[in-house]
């Protein structure tokens, strides 16, 4: 790999970073009004989907490095479902 690989790499990594958290922001957000941790379930599912998020823009900038459409439709894939998963499980914790 070469320098300016790498460096591609690195912003990728950084921008990742930066949408998949703005959107991880707004989650917990989302989570916190809509009072989600009542069940201990949940709290669980949550502690274990914030390691994970971790890890999604290495993997996701590393996906991109020879298919970048691919790396970007990961990462959008990741955003859409941090956004939408509280309000789903709003939706079976109420039935």
Do not use: K
């Not at 950084?14 to 941790?37: E, K, P, Q, R």
């Not at 502690?47 to 823009?57: E, G, K, S």
């Amino acid at each position: 790999m070469s320098a300016r690989g790498f460096a591609g790499f690195i912003v990728r990594v950084i921008t990742y970073v930066v949408v998949i958290g703005v959107a991880l922001a707004i989650a917990n957000s989302i989570w916190n009004f809509l009072d989600l941790d009542r069940s201990e379930e949940l709290a669980a599912l949550r502690n274990q989907v914030t390691p994970m998020l971790a890890i999604a823009p290495v993997v996701c900038a590393l996906v991109a490095g020879p298919a970048r459409s691919l790396g970007v439709f990961a990462v959008f894939y990741v955003v859409g479902a941090v956004l939408t998963a509280p309000f789903a499980l709003l939706h079976v914790v109420t039935r």
